[in-house]
């Protein structure tokens, strides 16, 4: 017999959390024919199932829909939290819940960000969604990138926006400001408050507002233009110009053209499904979303109830079409339909088109999303393939996940620094990459060591796990997890090879500094030399026999040049910032303290150079005499 929601049946629910210990352990949510929904832990389990089912308390989209079928809680109780932190990961991999397993959007894909949580908000393009601040908003995935990055030049230029993450001057505006494509935030030329109402328009894009938001402009322009003003409402409709032609290009149109839909189809392949979202709003197209999906543990109709579960559950109301076209029959149809309409406020219907031009645009959505699942396999396909055979030609035990590559940069010693770059599932992981710069007092101009920095650097990356080992931790019972949410201590970035631009010199400080930590018999650790392209492994004196266009030493090349791309790019950067402070070093009467000052006022040696007198002189610490000095020292022809 079927068990009624909790949240229908109050007795039974009033019961039921009476009797919940208030102690740690793990919870399990399930609904009408027992299928597990969700497993979380608490180090205090009644406070926290209640709070699922408090009136008042405001809980995200997605775990409504999931309360809204929870039927029955099973609890397991635990002498400590660490325990139900343990019990909980392996239930999840065991079981596989449907509310904890989150669908991978395709890191290829960027999102539109508004750090609306800031005084004056940014908007940028990033491939990696993650919560800054609980009011920034994330709009997307796209899947057209270039058409992405020429609308948001396009809104820029018609829109004055923040421009710059970090102001280019401390107590002035730059260029963007002289030319209205900045409002001067850094200075606060404008309010808060009227800079973020300009946003707001902005969002209503990417929302697919654009009817709304020309309404909006036209009541603006009349009214600036019976207030006389001219020149703002020539601007406002500066503004409605370049929005049409943002859409001027858009033909695909299907029937009641004022209806707003999003079309949802998918295609599959092995293990892998690639859906895509149409997002049509007055008869046209205006975004293009993709996600795709592991689909071993799921089936068609499953994986497009995640996609909409995961999509509307991150969008504003407003967003959510009243139509929505599938490609598959939902397995809760009429209560995905039921949880749009609640949170939009108005009816939400979900249809599978049979026929029509509806069903035409479905089977387009369809062979979109098969065009984007045959360029993600191509490239899942190939990289399998390098990283097989970097397997058998390393003998390793199992396939490299994450691979770790470091470099070191420098002319002569001076500017010493090296590169940590990371490739996962061989793709390029940037959000890991990382930078170092050389501290060993060994290493300066005129002496350079290589194995010392390549040692130092080693060290500096792995003296968390050295320390994690040391007082008793387990290394290979914590990689068998597979995941951080046992570990407080963020040991989570273990790589399964590391990889050393050089030799068998660099290799051997590297296996040397890894004794140091106690580390070597856990580490895979493999050095390749550029002059041949020979591959050395430790405590082996000839390298091992590749050939030069197998898939796994192409791998392993694409992965040494990133490093050294990283590598060198920032020692340029630390070069050139010792060149400029090189040259204010030149300058009479400035001492390291005021060329600091000097540098935290303009920002740039460029700055500097274009600077007033009056503007120098009213820099703080520096006075009329040092500032004529310098003002003489960049322009001296204008002293004779």
Request: some cysteine; glycine content about 4%; charged content about 30%.
């Amino acid at each position: 017999m079927e068990l009624t929601p909790l949240i229908r049946d109050k007795s039974r629910l009033s019961n039921f959390l009476k009797d919940i210990p208030n102690d740690p352990g793990c919870y399990l949510m399930k609904d009408g024919e027992d299928r597990l929904l969700y497993v979380g832990k608490s180090k205090k389990l009644r406070n926290r199932v209640r709070s699922y089912f408090r009136s008042g308390n405001e809980l995200s989209p997605r775990i409504s829909l999931m309360v809204r079928q929870v039927a029955d809680i099973e609890l397991i109780v635990t002498d400590n939290e660490s325990e139900a932190l343990t019990l909980e990961s392996n239930l999840i991999k065991s079981h596989q819940p449907y509310f904890n397993v989150l669908l991978k959007d395709d890191k290829k894909y960027p999102y539109v960000c508004i750090t609306w949580g800031d005084k004056y908000p940014r908007i940028f393009l990033t491939r990696k969604r993650r919560q800054r601040q609980l009011k920034d908003k994330y709009y997307g995935p796209y899947v057209d990138v270039y058409l992405l990055r020429q609308t948001l030049f396009s809104i820029k230029k018609l829109f004055p926006l923040r421009q710059r993450r970090i102001p280019l001057y401390k107590d002035r505006t730059c260029l963007n400001y002289s030319i209205g494509r900045c409002p001067g935030v850094c200075q606060e030329e404008i309010s808060s408050e009227d800079y973020k109402n300009t946003l707001k328009r902005v969002e209503m894009i990417f929302q697919g507002r654009t009817d709304e938001l020309r309404i909006l402009l036209e009541k603006q322009m009349i009214s600036f233009s019976e207030s006389l003003k001219f020149e703002e409402a020539g601007s406002v409709r500066d503004q409605l110009k370049g929005i049409d032609r943002l859409y001027e290009s858009q033909k695909m149109i299907i029937p009641d053209s004022s209806v707003c839909r999003d079309i949802i189809a998918m295609a599959s392949e092995e293990n892998i499904s690639s859906v895509q979202i149409f997002q049509m709003r007055s008869g046209k197209l205006i975004g293009r979303l993709g996600y795709f999906s592991d689909n071993s543990n799921f089936n068609s109709s499953q994986i497009l109830q995640q996609v909409i579960e995961n999509h509307y559950s991150n969008v504003d109301p407003v967003e959510i079409p009243s139509e929505i076209l599938v490609q598959h029959q939902l397995v809760n149809n009429i209560l995905i339909s039921d949880w749009l309409s609640e949170i939009k406020k108005q009816k939400v219907n979900i249809n599978v088109p049979k026929r029509s031009r509806k069903a035409e645009i479905i089977k387009l959505v369809e062979k979109n999303a098969n065009l984007e699942l045959q360029r993600i396999k191509q490239s899942h396909d190939k990289n399998l393939v390098e990283l097989d055979d970097l397997t058998n030609i390393l003998d390793l035990e199992n396939i490299p996940k994450r691979i770790e590559c470091y470099d070191i940069s420098h002319i002569q010693g001076s500017d010493a620094v090296a590169s940590q770059v990371v490739f996962i599932d061989g793709v390029a992981a940037r959000q890991h990459y990382r930078r170092y710069k050389i501290k060993s007092p060994n290493i300066k101009i005129g002496h350079s060591d290589d194995f010392e920095s390549m040692a130092e650097v080693i060290t500096r990356r792995f003296r968390r796990w050295a320390r994690f080992k040391e007082e008793g931790g387990d290394i290979d019972a914590l990689l068998s997890n597979e995941s951080s949410v046992l570990d407080n201590q963020n040991l989570n970035d273990w790589p399964d090879l590391v990889v050393i631009d050089g030799g068998k010199g660099q290799l051997s400080s590297v296996v040397a500094a890894l004794e140091d930590l106690k580390l070597d018999q856990n580490l895979n650790v493999i050095s390749l030399a550029k002059k041949k392209e020979e591959v050395f492994i430790p405590k082996v004196k000839q390298s091992l026999v590749t050939e030069s266009n197998q898939p796994g030493m192409l791998l392993l090349r694409r992965l040494r040049d990133e490093a050294h791309r990283f590598a060198i790019t920032f020692h340029r950067q630390k070069r050139s910032q010792r060149m400029k402070r090189s040259q204010l070093n030149e300058i009479p009467g400035l001492g390291p303290q005021r060329i600091k000052l000097l540098l935290e006022h303009f920002r740039s040696i460029e700055a500097i150079q274009m600077a007033t007198f009056s503007e120098l002189s009213s820099t703080p610490g520096l006075g009329r005499s040092t500032a004529v000095v310098i003002r003489n020292y960049f322009h001296p022809d204008k002293n004779k």
